[in-house]
């Protein structure tokens, strides 16, 4: 009998948090593992962030063709294949996750496809798939399960009728006729542009006021008279009722107070949001401390069982691929002496259908809860020279500063580059950075950046294009 | 007769930095003028930056729409309609000076058509144009004349043979069949990439020994690289002699070292840079401290005569209108006694052809050149999931570091959305950041910033995706 393998450290999972723990350690000099139920790359890469985005660039590709005429071009018989499109989202996915898997050799991991337990701390088991029966003994475990989409109560996931965003990734030979979106969240409002671009007639309904319930208020009205100028239906404040899954539809009520609204559809996605996925990580000898099902970790990502941490979407919000990432890093960094682990502090949140949607820090909403004063800086696209060369002079980014310090406390961005616009957003808060320092940079003329820097002047009373 | 009107500042130019002066002043609340030849926005407004954007976006989509089935999309036939991409182009350059000139109203900024010029200190009359014989008392004069474009000896601009960016910006109703660009910097990278897309055989022709001769080695190779694949031919130290124009065609004689090559084009742009366009602003009995034509000004953007300021192009480089703004704004500032002006520290330069060329700061070169210890991180965007689903692997970030204190000395970008991601970098130098904050900063996933990050990271030995 081979004597039991010997890691410094085994990450259970192999998703943003998981695989980039493990090329991290890997760097470190540490023999480690990273045991992975499906794929390297986890939800995000092979069904998730990276796939969609795959498919909304041929979506934008396809509504900017559409507009072709604007720019002086002429498109004559444009169609789309949409199961090629499927496949292509596919085949970028299957680039990426053999990336990892590349990493992964680069770095001297060693990958393991299978379920992976943690026995008892220090002793971890492979009880599912090829590897099944396989134990390692470790120093440190890492749990990096992330988390699923949540389902609604009673309405079983069958990948025709009723999909989570991970069956509408799955490739098909045509758009469906009609969706209803459950939850007007990032995911939601992405399939919904994604679909209405080819062809579905979308209805999103979302229990809460506001579209992309999570930003702020100018930033989602904004989305919602774009979405609906595309041909969207929204219906905030509503609730989905008595949901009878069809042979070929699916038929739902839309309760708005006292109103109630039939809708029939060929396909309902279900978009309201994550539960943790531990299942089956530990074993129930393993007494974790959990919160509604996250994983509880210290200042040093450790759990409450000592040699065992966590990372990513499984020790709660922001459930997001580059907090994962980061909190991954720095939780290999701190349990290898590598310096003190960081937590997240300033995490961005990004939507990318078009309008593109981003923000960071405290929307006005969150600050007047928390008390917190604060002036805002707002600045329109439209009066940006790029956005308007570019044929893009939607949206416009809005600052909150404080009203003493002039340090930066949120940013929301709506508008055709606003995922990449945060990101200057997001080093001015990790440096504590003033409206006045962002001012000060000089922007290069002409981009979309220059509304960033007109939106902190515009903080401060200066802003000159305005 | 009416008495002399009389203000605080009397700004002569309306380009990037007198507009911006201007509406800067009437912010403050001061009586200003603006006097302008042409147009409110100046060359960049007009004749450079946002009509040049407005072609290349037409440029950009149509070489994307020919990829349509890469992403999915069919199309039967695809045209283009020259005249009506070049006419977009004005439309955008009218509807933003449309803009300026309703900052001014706003502003109550006086605006003036005609060719200012100082009399003497505190004096300003209008010496040509409809206006012409007016004179005008003020306090201040800010001169921003900016630049024209350099043009070569012997070689008279008739708009048709030969052109500069200007003459190649008028609407005409097809692309000429061939053309050499003499210049291989920004403004020809970008003429060389719109016509090459519209189908005009181009040759580019650059004196030094690479193509964006103020860019790092590496990104020009890439660029070369990618022109030449694109079908533009470069010819990289190499001199054009015996321009010869005829009736329908220029020949022109390409030396390289010993070895000559004849060419004939239908046109030839000339890209060669600008030359100080002062030219009747000041009467001769002012006698202004210059510099090969550029005016020379102390901290506070002041020149050697008392109550004569200068910002912009025309106080010599860098000649770009972002920091011919920011100037701009730092010198009305401190004329009014608005804080201390800045002078332009880091300012990044663009290139907007694809791919895109962003740089701010130090090049290997230019570090080598001064003797400066530095330290580089390289990401190329073939690692990062959003360049990969947007099918834009092509390029890299490249970022230069103080070994010892880490902070960031350079950065340069080449790739689909270099210019937007460069303003981190430049938020970052302002700031004074290190490579460690940057790579502590999270961004999000998945963008093309992540490069920028990873780049940073780089620099630290820890990236992950490479």
Redesign the interface.
Known sequence: MAETPVYDLIVIGGG?AGY?AA??AG?LGKKVACIELERAGGT??NWG???S??L???AE??L??KQ?E????????????????????RN?AD??AK?VEF?FRKYKVDYFIGLGQVTVPGLVEITAGEHKGKFFKTQNVLLATGCKARRLPDLPVDGERIMTSREALVPRARPPASVAIIGAGAIGAEFAYFLNAFGSKVTMIEVLPQVVPAEDEEVARTLQRSFEKQGIVIHTGTKAENIQVGQDTVKLELVKGDHREALEVETVIVAIGVVANLEGAVSPKVKLDLDRGFVNVDGNYQTNVKGIYAAGDIIGPPW????A??RA?NAVNGMFGHGTP?L?K?????TYCQPQI?SIGLTEKAAKEKGVAYKVGRFPFL?V??A????EPEGFVKVLADPTTAEILGAHIIGA?A??????F???M??E?TVD??H???????????A??EAAAAVL??A???
């Open positions: 943003p980039v090329i991290r760097q995000c890469l962030c990276i796939p985005k795959a909304l660039k041929s590709l396809y900017k063709m072709a604007t720019f002086g071009l002429g498109v004559q018989g444009l169609t789309f294949d949409f199961a090629k499109i499927m496949q292509r989202s970028v680039q990426m990336g990493l997001l691929a580059h907090a990432m980061f890093v960081r997240v300033n995490s961005p949140g990004c981003a009066a020279g790029k308007v060369a570019a044929g580059d995922t990449e616009l945060i990101s200057e997001s080093l001015a990790t440096l950075a320092e962002m000060a940079t000089i922007h290069p003329h002409p981009t979309f950046g220059e960033v820097m009373g200066e000159i294009h305005i």
